[in-house]
């Protein structure tokens, strides 16, 4: 992300910017991007209105076209009734939104996004999934990095998976999910004296792959009903079952281990 917003050199093999070349053509690469770091990196003691024209300044846009492009952007992030008011006082979610309006200032061909909905609650990731896919529609390339499996499901087109800084898969979210899992995954629950019994071999045969985790088992299959009735005729009783499909989480766990990485 560094290297594509041109602040960090090419480490190595060649990178290309809307055609040009980040070591020579910096500046009108940068001027042509929009960025949405992790941190906010608001000026907090200025007000929302404050905050984008100083932003805009920073890119020689005249201050009544400026104002222009606050307005729009303001009402596009849902934030035109906070013009005047200190950032400070805003929630977190609107925040991140100003942040959004900030990135967008330059009407940018490609926008960088890093985490950009990390630590907000349901209600603002939705909206700003919305506002993101409505920049899509606009023709905008969002380029973005995210944890949040179903959010890279909802938003992104092309998405790579990495593991201590490796590419270990790419593609788009339906083709991962048919590559690397099955089109159903079932979660068993059972009581805690049959559980302890319990081993991959219960379930030989019932699934294309069986994982045991500490508090459930999954089964990963393409039929979840005939899997679960089958499960019954073994002679296993859950206490619980549900059957769900598969979600690109079920690819990042399968490609990166559960092991949590600091």
């Not at 990178?15 to 940068?30: E, K, N, S, T, Y």
């Not at 499901?153 to 048919?178: N, Y």
Request: hydrophobic letters at 40%; charged letters at 25%; glycine letters at 8%.
């Amino acid at each position: 992300m560094r290297m594509i917003g041109c602040v960090s050199p090419i480490t190595s093999g060649h990178l290309r910017v809307l055609g040009m070349d980040p070591a020579v053509d910096g500046q009108r690469i940068r001027a042509r991007l929009g960025v949405v770091p992790q941190a906010d990196t608001l000026d907090t003691e200025l007000s929302v209105g404050d905050n984008l024209m100083v932003y805009a300044r920073y890119f020689d846009i005249p201050r009544r076209e400026a104002r222009r492009r606050i307005a729009e952007l303001l009402d596009f992030v849902q934030l035109g009734d906070r013009y005047g008011e200190v950032v400070d006082s805003l929630s977190g979610g609107m925040k991140r939104r100003l942040v959004i309006a900030r990135g967008l200032i330059n009407s940018p061909e490609i926008i960088l996004l890093d985490e950009p909905t990390t630590g907000l609650d349901p209600q603002a990731r939705h909206l700003l999934w919305d506002r993101l896919y409505r920049l899509k529609q606009r023709g905008t390339t969002l380029v973005l990095t995210t944890h949040y499996m179903d959010e890279a499901e909802q938003l992104c087109d092309r998405l790579v998976v990495m593991d201590h800084a490796r590419i270990v898969a790419a593609g788009t979210p339906a083709s991962l999910i048919a590559e690397y899992s099955t089109r159903e995954v079932v979660e068993l629950r059972f009581a805690d004296e049959q559980r302890d019994g319990l081993a991959p071999s219960s379930f030989a045969g019932l699934a294309a792959r069986v994982e045991m985790l500490p508090d459930r088992v999954l089964l990963y299959t393409d039929r979840g009903e005939p899997t679960v009735e089958a499960v019954h005729r073994h002679g296993l009783s859950p206490a619980s079952v549900l059957i769900r499909r598969s979600t690109l989480e079920d690819v990042f766990l399968r490609l990166t281990g559960r092991s949590l990485v600091e």
